[in-house]
């Protein structure tokens, strides 16, 4: 059985920063691509996030130069890094493999 599980989002200022991680279970980690996608209050799903398994990485023109996704394969765990948080980036955030996604993480940005 695949699961996700994301941690690490919480309450931080404009300007602040956080550290998302997700854990991976039930598929070879390190053979597929992994993403962040996000879920802002009465808004659709936005993709923020892509990493392949070559690490080559992609990424969403709204948060370009402030969030950085990175992986450790050893512990099977996907991280998102976000600087600069603006009160724009506040949502639900999910790591998705395939079509399956977890549980989220809420992060909102408010001062």
């Known amino acids: 059985e695949v699961q996700l599980v994301e941690s690490g989002g919480g309450l931080v200022q404009p300007g602040g920063s956080l550290r998302l991680s997700c854990v991976a279970s039930?598929?070879?980690?390190?053979?597929?691509?992994l993403s962040w996608v996000r879920q802002g209050p009465g808004k659709g799903l936005e993709w923020v996030s892509t990493m392949l398994p070559g690490n080559s990485t992609s990424y969403a023109d709204s948060v370009k130069g402030r969030f950085t996704i990175s992986r450790d394969n050893a512990k099977n765990t996907l991280y998102l890094q976000m600087d600069s948080l603006k009160p724009e980036d506040t949502a639900v955030y999910y790591c998705?493999?395939?079509?399956?996604r977890g549980q989220g993480t809420q992060v909102t940005v408010s001062s």
């Open positions: 998705q493999w395939v079509n399956l």
């Open positions: 039930g598929f070879t980690f390190s053979a597929w691509a």
